[in-house]
């Protein structure tokens, strides 16, 4: 199971992470802050005021090796929370393992890496679609020859969940998107049993119990079924639907946080009755802030009681056969496959987000959503029903407002002690390969061990690919 980290400076994120190590986590999670999201560096005019706010900065090759200073990254798994910037985020932490002595095949992790939920719902996208998805493949390619315990990209209904859409969007859209990478790779050339099975997936945990064991349920027919049928998958690891789960942080409340506890813990026990591999449990103070470490440990501790004192572990699909719930999933698996005819009539899944059609679907979803809960059909306890006058007393999370101004001195000593000389040859080179067809990790890690900057390296891309401006509207 991965706790989320990611709290303003390297340094700070890194005793973190030995926090959660010391606490019996064996693999850790990172976030990055919107600078880092959106690639720039901590001192781009555009970055001023928004460091740490949500994760932590990264601006070069520096960054990451204070991030895992001292943690053995050939005996932890990673996962990042990255996407438009994921090739370079990437190529920086393999750098840092290949300092630390660690060969490419010994690395283990997941990089979100899911650009078109970007385009669906979260927003952060930089580059036009074709190019982002060009990056994409590079980093399954890149993945596929050289390190066979990373996962690539891990696919990603939980944003499209938290934009507000309903469970069945959530698991058309997310496997819709996840079709469409492997039909990018197999265009490609690469063998779809040499890469499927690394292929991971991201879910929401949401309220409704029942309704979120049943998309779980679904989502691994119907994955398991179209990569045999559809894309002739022999391998029976390539039909393996693997998944994190997080619980959804939209679920949470400002008011009555205490209450939060409860909603994480029935969350995460939908996940692991769902058959979840790996687990994210929110902390209590997350509608207010990043958790601080107090919340962390007990969202950490829920998720250890559910593992240790419940015997849900002990047996695989343990509300399998229950009528109730074999009907749900069967009625959740013929609305995804509902939105999948309807995907294809617009022309696939770049047709449709340049279209807007994924985008009108959610915010449709969402107004419905608040319009119950306006009208009270739908109770939120502490917001629209049971309320009280009672103030917040949990402690929150403060980010030392002055670790922006170290960061960009720290960044700024880092331009002036590398081989710039080195460094503008690398970007050339980087330039040139972006304009041709040419994987771009290669590049992309002489760069980065020159330290060229996450900056200038999406500066570069800037360049060549352009920025994408949506043509559709509401």
Not at 39 to 54: I, L
Not at 155 to 178: C, K, M, P, W
Not at 425 to 442: Q, S, V, W
């Amino acid at each position: 199971m991965r706790m989320f980290a990611g709290f303003g400076l390297p340094q700070e994120t890194n005793q973190r992470f030995r926090f959660l190590l010391d606490n019996g986590q064996t693999g850790l999670s990172v976030a990055f802050d919107m600078p880092t999201l959106y690639g720039y560096d901590t001192d781009d005019p555009r970055a001023a005021g928004e460091f740490g706010k949500c994760g932590v900065a990264v601006s070069s090759l520096a960054d990451m090796e204070a991030l895992f200073d001292g943690i053995p990254l050939g005996q932890v798994t990673t996962s990042m929370t990255i996407n438009s910037p994921a090739a370079i985020i990437w190529a920086m932490y393999i750098a840092v393992a290949e300092k630390q002595g660690v060969p490419l095949e010994q690395i283990g992790g997941t990089l979100q890496n899911d650009i078109l939920k970007e385009y669906l719902a979260q927003n952060e996208y930089i580059f036009p679609p074709e190019p982002s998805l060009r990056l994409v493949v590079d980093t399954v390619e890149f993945a596929t020859r050289y390190m066979p315990r990373w996962n690539p990209i891990s696919i990603s209904g939980y944003h499209i969940r938290e934009a507000g859409s309903n469970a069945v969007q959530e698991l058309a859209f997310t496997l819709a998107d996840g079709f469409e990478y492997v039909r990018r790779c197999v265009d490609r050339g690469i063998a779809v049993d040499d890469f499927a099975p690394r292929l991971s997936f991201f879910f929401n945990a949401h309220n409704d119990f029942f309704e979120e064991v049943a998309k779980y349920r679904a989502a691994r027919r119907i994955w398991a079924r179209e990569m045999r049928d559809t894309f002739g998958a022999q391998n029976p690891r390539s039909c393996w639907l693997r998944f994190h789960a997080q619980t959804s942080g939209a679920s949470l409340t400002a008011q009555q946080p205490e209450n939060n506890v409860v909603r994480v813990g029935l969350q995460a026990l939908a996940a692991v009755m769902g058959g979840c591999q790996s687990l994210h449990t929110n902390g209590k103070d997350e509608a207010w802030a990043l958790p601080s470490e107090q919340a962390a440990l007990q969202a950490l501790r829920t998720q250890q009681i559910i593992a240790y004192e419940t015997g849900v572990t002990d047996t695989v699909d343990p509300l399998g056969g229950s009528y109730y719930l074999e009907s749900l999933t069967n009625e959740v698996e013929q609305g995804a496959y509902n939105y999948f005819r309807r995907i294809e009539d617009v022309g696939g899944v770049v047709p449709a987000l340049e279209s807007g059609f994924f985008q009108r679907e959610i915010a449709d979803a969402a107004y419905i959503y608040q319009r119950e809960e306006d009208r009270k059909e739908r109770i939120t306890v502490g917001v629209n029903d049971f309320i009280t006058d009672e103030e917040m007393s949990i402690p929150l999370l403060r980010v030392d407002r002055e670790g922006e101004s170290r960061q960009i001195e720290n960044l700024n000593n880092v331009r002036r002690t590398r081989d710039n000389r080195e460094v503008a040859r690398r970007l050339k080179e980087l330039e040139a390969a972006a304009r041709g067809e040419e994987n771009l990790m290669p590049p992309l890690l002489d760069a980065v061990k020159a330290y060229a900057t996450l900056g200038e390296m999406m500066g570069v891309f800037r360049e060549v690919f352009g920025e994408y401006q949506p043509g559709w509207g509401f």
